[in-house]
């Protein structure tokens, strides 16, 4: 990685720490108040709602007597519970005794339940996140319509474009496209050119008419820290050849693209109106399979799209909730996937990255609006979540085995274990800390 490409100006620097600070804050925010809300409603009485740590610069105290505050080190959080020791709830040393009610409102003197109710709340309120933005960005963009019907026209430099906003496409060069699937399909059987012969329904007669090819070679979207995004491609930027050799269908961009071994390419890309050569490097991916597993392949970080944006629908509340939380499961799948992969050694430990690699792609999130950064927050509450849940003392994970282990053997590890495992909990989470930063430094 090079670090001096990281930080182009004091502006970029500030705005990506800003980005990653934002983001983290938002996530932690959530990820404690789910602490603090399950705890509150199962009588456990919180002290303290921190967001980072260290020095406070600004407090407040509530009527139930917690203290809510942000601290100096915005890098976390915590909820002290009444009687802890620690940010981790452990219990304090040479605390005094107390009374039966009062140490019911203590997380060690709490049921069984309401503790790992408390600490499963966390995990929890990270993937409720995820899944209501999901849902709230599906609502807003709305979903395409089964038929595919013209929603209005993408600007490109092709002079023959005779499909108008509104038409039903019936066919594609002959081919039958009865619903988005259809056209999909009918795609795959092309052989890209610049024209194209389509049968459209307009005003309720069919006409046939030219236009570009379904699938042009148009950025619709660019990933964040890609080789597509630090060389400065923008949604919207079409692709007119690459090395000189024009090209008319996203399929040969990807096939160019994939051919190229790494190879450095020069992109001819129209941008408003006006051509600009574009020079990259693709790099190696591992991509996550529909199926299942990955596929190692030479990438830019493009999406394509059609030339035209479809009609959507804005479905409601419930459908668009059930789509957001097939989106919530479909990341945390992936991220369980890919680490397992790691481990096997079938993918790059390399697609391991640590606060350095979240900032970059957290600065270039928001540096593509609102909306991309809001959807990348998302992704990572639903990682954090996942992290959270892993069973290893220290994190959420290893608090629910310990309460398992109560569960069957009717105590919990003593004080001794508990602060034993925590230390290895510790040196495990620092480890992968360590291994983190130092793929951020080193890895392509």
Do not use: K
């Not at 933005?133 to 963009?141: E, L, N, Q, R």
């Not at 600007?155 to 002959?174: K, M, N, S």
Request: net charge negative; hydrophobic share 50%.
């Amino acid at each position: 990685m090079d670090i001096g490409g990281l930080v182009p100006s004091f502006g970029g620097l500030f705005w990506t720490v800003l980005a990653f600070v934002v983001a983290l804050s938002i996530i932690v925010a959530v990820h404690e108040f789910g602490h603090y809300i399950a705890a509150r409603w199962s009588g456990i009485h919180a002290e303290v709602f921190s967001i980072g740590f260290g020095p406070r610069l600004m407090a407040f105290t509530d009527r139930r007597g917690t203290r809510w505050q942000l601290a100096a080190l915005p890098l976390g959080g915590y909820v002290r519970f009444l009687g802890d020791g620690d940010a981790a709830s452990v219990t304090a040393a040479g605390a005094p005794p107390m009374d039966a009610q009062t140490r019911r409102a203590t997380m060690q003197g709490a049921p069984l339940w309401a503790r790992a109710v408390t600490v499963a709340a966390g995990p929890a309120a990270n993937f409720l996140l995820s899944a209501l933005v999901f849902a709230g960005a599906i609502m807003a963009a709305g979903v395409a319509t089964e038929a595919p019907v013209v929603g209005s026209l993408r600007p490109l430099p092709y002079a023959v474009q005779e499909v108008r906003p509104g038409d039903r496409i019936l066919a594609v060069g002959g081919i039958a496209t009865p619903d988005g699937a259809g056209l999909a399909a009918a795609v795959e059987r092309l052989s890209p050119t610049e024209t194209v012969d389509y049968r459209v329904m307009r005003d309720g007669a069919e006409r046939e008419v030219a236009g570009p090819f379904p699938f042009p070679p148009v950025a619709d979207s660019v990933q964040p820290v890609s080789a597509a995004h630090d060389a400065g491609l923008l949604p919207g930027d079409v692709v007119l050849a690459v090395d000189g050799v024009p090209i008319h269908a996203f399929s040969e961009l990807r096939a160019r693209v994939g051919e190229s071994g790494g190879r450095t390419l020069v992109l001819s890309v129209w941008r408003d109106g006006a051509t600009v050569e574009i020079t990259l490097t693709p790099r190696r991916v591992d991509l996550p399979l529909p199926e299942g597993g990955f596929e190692t392949r030479w990438l830019i970080g493009l999406s394509g799209g059609l030339f035209f944006e479809p009609e959507t629908r804005t479905p409601g509340p419930f459908e668009a909730l059930q789509r957001g939380v097939e989106q919530t499961v479909h990341v945390a799948g992936t991220s369980l996937s890919a680490l397992w992969h790691m481990v096997t050694g079938a993918i790059s430990a390399c697609n391991l990255r640590g606060p350095i690699g979240i900032a970059e792609t957290s600065g270039a999130a928001a540096s593509q609006g609102l909306a991309s950064f809001i959807w990348f927050v998302a992704v990572l509450s639903t990682a954090v979540g996942l992290l959270n849940l892993f069973p290893v003392p220290v994190l959420d994970g290893g608090h629910l085995v310990f309460q398992a282990w109560e569960a069957v053997t009717g105590r919990p590890p003593g004080d001794r274990a508990l602060r034993i495992l925590m230390g290895i909990g510790l040196t495990l989470l620092l480890g992968l800390m360590a291994f983190a930063l130092t793929n951020d430094l080193f890895c392509p």
